[in-house]
């Protein structure tokens, strides 16, 4: 087998270094932000009335927002990867008794979406956006666990920028409030989800605003689009 003396090693190290310098002296192009243009599929969860969607009948949340859909609000967007996220589903209505398979684990229940965009040093995948539904049920029921959840992010929301505000239907969605510095909660159907995410990608802003700019520029988007795509949208 060859053997990499120091030297080489020394102009290998040397060579990277100036391709590194080199592509970190290119000034990154101005990131640009799009708008929703839903192009998926219809979620179409047909749950029981008064009860709870069969886990084996969720939709695998990362197969549920699609390339072309994250383009077309950020139209740099490339490199994409996913990774499910396990979502553990409780009774959905506590005075009743939750049919079999309507409880439990659902290993794609989420999603976080990678992705890279334009910077000034170079990173692959420096960008998400995070899917989970947290419950699929007959609507009335999503909306009562719905009003749960927004009442406990009253009461035990941060301050400041992470201040807890509810947004109503001004989305989209039946109803939807912010969670933590970027998230957004909504319910629309028989849907419950949380969108969230992340960029350190130059153009989203220094670090105390790009939460706030990700969730107006990209999450919000994201909401459109998803709540489209479900019963009752448009």
Known sequence: MPTVTSLTRTVLASSAAVVLLAGCSSEPPPLEFGTAKPSGPR?????????????????????????????????QAKDFEREPIKVSVLNFNPLAESAPGTTGDVPKGGCEVEFGLPAEYVSK??????????????PALVAEGYAKDRAYEVKHGGKGPEKFRDLGASLGPKGCFTK???????????YEFEVDGSSTADGVGEYTESPKNWREKV???????????MPGGV
């Open 219 to 229: 999450l919000v988007p994201v909401v459109r689009t998803l709540s489209a795509r």
């Open 43 to 75: 979620l179409d969860a047909q749950a029981p009335k008064g009860g709870a969607l069969p886990l084996a009948q969720w939709p695998d949340a990362c197969e549920v927002l699609l390339e072309d859909e994250v383009r077309a609000i950020l139209p």
């Open 180 to 190: 933590g510095r970027a998230g957004l909660v909504c319910h629309q159907g028989p």
């Open 125 to 138: 995948q420096n960008s998400r956006i995070t899917l989970v539904f947290q419950g699929l049920a007959d």
